[in-house]
């Protein structure tokens, strides 16, 4: 359904300017928000096209591609902020909220200088966009989203991500919560509790979001993930997962946890199985839904060989994000990085072939992936984990974070993440690590740690990427049953499971100590990685179960 409101300059024969009658959707902006509808032009559910037109006429070095996906730049911010992301503390949540650096807390009258400061940014637009959407396919715990912002770029990007509604839904949808962005326009830094021009706060009172100060599609996306971490374990007793998720043609269903940059998308895209979706899940006590209506997928070195379920959803209705094209042919360079490590795609969930619609799984995870990415090159490729083991990697939530995922990060950095999704947590990490634990012994999981990065050495001591031939292969093992009955060795101070023979992988890259041709030495460089995981699992020691403390590395 569109509907678009537009300032009427023509005066009516009388010389008085005729009333005209407002939309519910401007009615609703105009009370909720103080929107000023009868000044700003209101595209209210537009569609593909119309959004292209925008963002080509409006939108500096917006461009159409040659495979027909949308151009567009998100300015000085490539990547989130999260070190400015903040939960106003009010009364109803602050007692689940997990503060700290990850929610920063804001005041209710920080809250209300920001949130006029966006609405007045907004009022002055000649033009404002609202997509309407759900996040959540399981109608019983799905929520409704509405956006405002300001961008046509933003608008496409949250109507790829957010699931669509039918025209006729659209007719009587009424948001749960609404975004604000308003990233064109800085916060005031001298603001008390600002730090910095950007602001992304939640209010899970009002039920609202407003973002200031950076113009990553991203933190919209993230935004609304974080408000499913506290709604769903909160209120529903439904575990939110920061995983990607497919199911088999004899509904297994896999699951992978991981941070950005470990492969989540790139995995879960598998053409022998159905995906239900590549970042944002549920586990509930039916099965396993997906939150979102499309794909973010990183796209750097990106190739039709590599990964062609990916590749081939960049068409028309796509949106790529920083990236840069040649002028003449329109085809995009996904190997370069003058703008960013960090270039994107998102398209609605359908443009993967073998998409599972609706993306909801009445079966329960078969197996369950976490995927780290160690750029020290010393964890196997594939390890076999029991209950406590997968407890503390999952805690632990350990990664090499890749470079451009994040403001300010140009190369690989190690960093452990909770429940590999730390910054976007609301609770306390061992509410939902308690919650996985429940679930595993209930359905009898399967549980691996899958490395996907890198092997022989470290990246910057001689190493290479596991190659994705070879971890698909991994996941190929997995999936039919093989790698859970071939033999098995305990690999070194993390006491790991690691198989000694996988269908199409050669049998030196599974155990690192047997593939190590780097210039530091092996061992040391094992011991130092166990220290970090000892040292960070400290802030949890308290909470942890014996079991759980002597399943990390012995140091």
């Not at 064109?184 to 209010?203: E, K, L, Q, Y």
């Not at 991981?258 to 509930?284: F, M, N, V, Y």
């Given at each position: 359904?569109?509907?678009?409101?537009?300032?009427?300059?023509?005066?009516?024969?009388?010389g008085?300017?005729?009333?005209?009658e407002?939309?519910?959707?401007?009615?609703?902006?105009?009370?909720?928000?103080h929107?000023?509808?009868?000044?700003?032009?209101i595209?209210?559910?537009?569609?593909?096209?119309?959004?292209y037109?925008?963002?080509?006429?409006?939108e500096?070095?917006?461009?159409?591609?040659?495979?027909?996906?949308?151009?567009?730049?998100s300015?000085?911010k490539?990547?989130?902020?999260?070190?400015?992301?903040?939960?106003?503390?009010?009364?109803?949540?602050?007692?689940?909220?997990?503060w700290?650096?990850?929610?920063?807390p804001m005041?209710t009258?920080?809250?209300?200088i920001?949130?006029?400061?966006?609405?007045?940014?907004?009022?002055?637009?000649n033009?404002?966009y609202?997509i309407?959407?759900?996040?959540?396919?399981?109608?019983?715990?799905r929520?409704?989203?509405?956006v405002?912002?300001?961008?046509?770029y933003?608008?496409?990007?949250?109507r790829?991500?957010?699931?669509?509604?039918?025209?006729?839904?659209?007719?009587?949808?009424h948001?749960?919560?609404?975004?604000?962005?308003?990233?064109?326009?800085?916060?005031n830094?001298?603001?008390?509790?600002?730090?910095?021009?950007?602001?992304?706060?939640?209010?899970?009172?009002?039920?609202?979001?407003v973002?200031?100060?950076?113009?990553?599609?991203?933190?919209?996306?993230?935004?609304i993930?974080?408000v499913?971490?506290?709604?769903?374990?909160v209120?529903h007793?439904?575990?939110t997962?920061?995983?990607?998720?497919?199911e088999?043609?004899?509904?297994?269903?896999t699951?992978?946890f991981?941070?950005?940059?470990?492969?989540?998308t790139?995995?879960?895209?598998?053409?022998k199985?159905?995906?239900?979706g590549?970042d944002?899940?549920?586990?509930?006590?039916?099965?396993?839904?997906?939150?979102?209506?499309?794909?973010y997928?990183?796209?750097?070195g990106?190739?039709?060989e590599k990964?062609?379920d990916?590749?081939n959803?960049?068409?028309?209705?796509?949106?790529?994000?920083?990236?840069?094209?040649?002028?003449?042919?329109?085809?995009?360079?996904?190997?370069?990085?003058?703008?960013?490590?960090?270039?994107r795609c998102?398209?609605?969930?359908?443009y993967?072939?073998?998409?599972?619609?609706?993306?909801?799984?009445?079966?329960?995870?078969?197996?369950i992936?976490?995927?780290?990415?160690?750029?020290?090159?010393?964890l196997?490729?594939?390890?076999?984990l029991?209950?406590e083991?997968?407890?503390y990697?999952?805690?632990s939530g350990?990664?090499?974070?890749?470079?451009?995922?994040?403001?300010?990060?140009t190369?690989?950095?190690?960093?452990?993440?909770?429940?590999f999704?730390?910054?976007?947590?609301a609770?306390h990490?061992?509410?939902?690590a308690?919650?996985?634990a429940?679930?595993?012994?209930?359905?009898n999981a399967?549980?691996?740690l899958?490395?996907?990065?890198?092997?022989?050495a470290?990246?910057?001591?001689g190493?290479?990427r596991?190659p994705?031939?070879?971890?698909?292969?991994?996941?190929d093992?997995?999936?039919?049953?093989?790698?859970?009955?071939?033999?098995?060795e305990?690999?070194?101070?993390?006491?790991?499971?690691?198989?000694?023979t996988?269908s199409?992988?050669p049998?030196?890259?599974?155990?690192?100590?047997?593939?190590?041709?780097?210039?530091?030495?092996?061992?040391?460089?094992v011991?130092?990685?166990?220290?970090?995981?000892?040292e960070?699992?400290?802030?949890?020691?308290?909470?942890a179960?014996p079991?759980?403390l002597?399943?990390?590395p012995q140091?």
């Amino acid at each position: 359904m569109v509907t678009q409101s537009v300032n009427r300059t023509a005066l009516h024969p009388s010389g008085v300017q005729p009333q005209r009658e407002h939309t519910e959707i401007e009615e609703e902006l105009h009370e909720r928000a103080h929107i000023d509808y009868d000044r700003v032009a209101i595209v209210a559910n537009p569609s593909v096209a119309a959004l292209y037109e925008d963002a080509l006429v409006y939108e500096t070095g917006s461009a159409i591609t040659s495979t027909g996906a949308l151009s567009a730049y998100s300015g000085a911010k490539t990547g989130r902020s999260p070190s400015d992301k903040r939960i106003v503390k009010e009364e109803g949540s602050s007692e689940h909220i997990w503060w700290g650096p990850v929610n920063k807390p804001m005041t209710t009258d920080v809250w209300k200088i920001n949130r006029e400061r966006a609405v007045d940014y907004l009022n002055t637009r000649n033009r404002i966009y609202v997509i309407d959407g759900y996040a959540g396919w399981d109608e019983r715990y799905r929520i409704n989203v509405r956006v405002v912002c300001a961008r046509a770029y933003h608008a496409l990007f949250m109507r790829n991500m957010l699931i669509r509604p039918s025209r006729e839904d659209l007719k009587g949808f009424h948001p749960d919560y609404v975004i604000y962005n308003a990233g064109a326009f800085p916060a005031n830094r001298f603001t008390t509790g600002m730090t910095s021009a950007t602001s992304v706060a939640i209010n899970f009172a009002e039920k609202e979001m407003v973002i200031l100060g950076t113009e990553y599609a991203g933190e919209m996306k993230k935004g609304i993930f974080t408000v499913l971490f506290y709604e769903m374990p909160v209120k529903h007793n439904v575990l939110t997962l920061h995983s990607s998720a497919n199911e088999g043609k004899d509904g297994d269903v896999t699951v992978f946890f991981g941070l950005s940059g470990t492969g989540k998308t790139t995995l879960s895209a598998d053409h022998k199985r159905a995906l239900i979706g590549d970042d944002e899940h549920c586990w509930s006590d039916k099965g396993v839904f997906n939150i979102e209506g499309g794909c973010y997928a990183k796209c750097i070195g990106l190739s039709a060989e590599k990964e062609p379920d990916i590749f081939n959803a960049i068409k028309f209705g796509a949106i790529l994000e920083n990236t840069v094209f040649d002028p003449i042919t329109r085809i995009v360079d996904y190997d370069d990085t003058t703008l960013t490590e960090n270039t994107r795609c998102a398209y609605p969930i359908e443009y993967i072939e073998n998409t599972k619609i609706p993306c909801i799984s009445s079966n329960h995870p078969t197996n369950i992936v976490l995927l780290t990415c160690d750029a020290r090159g010393v964890l196997p490729p594939i390890s076999k984990l029991n209950t406590e083991q997968t407890m503390y990697h999952f805690i632990s939530g350990y990664t090499s974070k890749m470079a451009g995922t994040e403001d300010g990060v140009t190369e690989p950095q190690a960093t452990f993440s909770s429940c590999f999704a730390q910054p976007f947590l609301a609770l306390h990490p061992m509410r939902y690590a308690k919650m996985l634990a429940e679930k595993i012994s209930q359905h009898n999981a399967n549980a691996w740690l899958l490395n996907t990065g890198w092997v022989g050495a470290g990246a910057t001591t001689g190493g290479k990427r596991c190659p994705l031939k070879y971890t698909r292969a991994i996941l190929d093992a997995i999936h039919s049953g093989e790698l859970a009955k071939v033999e098995y060795e305990t690999y070194e101070t993390f006491n790991l499971e690691v198989p000694k023979t996988c269908s199409n992988v050669p049998d030196d890259i599974l155990n690192p100590a047997k593939s190590w041709t780097g210039s530091a030495d092996f061992k040391e460089e094992v011991t130092k990685l166990g220290q970090l995981f000892s040292e960070n699992f400290k802030r949890f020691s308290d909470e942890a179960t014996p079991e759980v403390l002597k399943a990390g590395p012995q140091v």
